[in-house]
């Protein structure tokens, strides 16, 4: 057997919030046919099934039974096209390097998402997105592998069911499936998209795309903290939508919330925002804090527990809950049973 399969093995490494975290069984297939190898394992054994990528996006519990497949085929390649260029990344090549191998071609599509933690293999899941572009705006399919026979699949974009931090793998396949592979499309000709709060200001009139991206990674870094130096998973909340009449009401008593209507009527608030005017920003208790440049950001500071967060989470929202009556939708997934 080729598979490596290690048991009781420590997570708390693998998870960007720093979570203490130990799986019963974890193996990292490096080829499908590992994969497959990995999947008919936990079915011999009856073992639940837990995918981990990067673990920027996840809380994890302090035991998961079972098999942990983190997937490591890490390969990526350009198949030229003309114009536009369709990237293949296999799930376990990091989103950000990725990105800069990108913009460093003048490949554009992907700048915009520069410094985003994680897998390309989790990047579907939430439709990563941060000024102005989200994955969908580039995906062009998905590859897969079902949990319960192995067999693999290809998504289409359409297929895939995109929202904003949301796509099917939240929803009917959520469990179902390992993504190995995506298929992006970029392109050589220039298209900026610098629409996004002070993007353009930091910008020539005709900048590269490795330009755009050094600007989206300064600006992070400005704002974000860096999971290698205090744990968090970016942001905790997704920024909520409410119903017109309800930002009218907010508008009329807060004249300076962030608001951005949406086609469908509703208008997005910005979460951070809400939890900043709640005096929140820099708040810390126990182990867990808001995140003294963004508010959206909750900060683990070391020796605390999965519980504990979503405890001092919960009293967030119920601050924002209580202040604008607007409620606040975890972020992150919970990957425990
Ligand atoms: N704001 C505050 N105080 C704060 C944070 C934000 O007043 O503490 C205000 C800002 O001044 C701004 C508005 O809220 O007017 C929006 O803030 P920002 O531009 O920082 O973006 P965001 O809505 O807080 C979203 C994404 C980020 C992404 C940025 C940039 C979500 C849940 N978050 O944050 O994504 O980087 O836009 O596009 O949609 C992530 O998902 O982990 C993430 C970091």
Sequence with gaps: ???????????????????????????????????????????????????????????????????????????????????????????????????????QRELWGAENLALIPGHCGAAPIQNIGAYGVELSDLLESVHLVHLDDGREAV??????????????FKGALEGRVVITRLVL???????????????ASRLDAEPTALAVAQAVCAIRGEKLPDPATLCNAGSFFKNPLVDGERARRLLAEHPAMPNFPQPDGRVKLAAGWLIDRCGLKGWRRGHFGVHDRQALVLVHFGGGSADELLGFAG??????RERFGVSLEREPRWAGV
Excluded: K
């Design 1 to 103: 057997m080729s598979l490596a399969l290690h048991t009781d093995h420590a997570l708390t490494d693998a998870n960007t919030l720093g979570l203490p975290c130990v799986a019963e069984h974890h193996a990292a297939p490096a080829t499908l046919a590992e994969l497959r190898e990995a999947l008919a394992l936990a079915q011999r054994h009856d073992w639940p099934l837990t995918v981990l990528g990067g673990g920027s996006n996840l809380i994890l519990p302090e035991r998961l039974e079972g098999l942990v497949i983190q997937p490591a085929m890490g390969q990526w390649w350009l198949e030229e096209h003309g114009d536009s260029v369709l990237v293949h990344a296999e799930a376990a090549v990091p989103w950000h390097a990725l990105v800069m191998a990108l913009a």
């Design 155 to 168: 998504l289409s974009a359409a297929d895939c069911a995109f929202g904003y931090r949301d796509s099917v």
């Design 185 to 199: 499309r970029v392109s050589r000709t220039p298209r900026p998209r610098l629409g996004y709060g002070d993007l």
């Design 315 to 320: 009293e967030v929202a119920a601050r924002v």
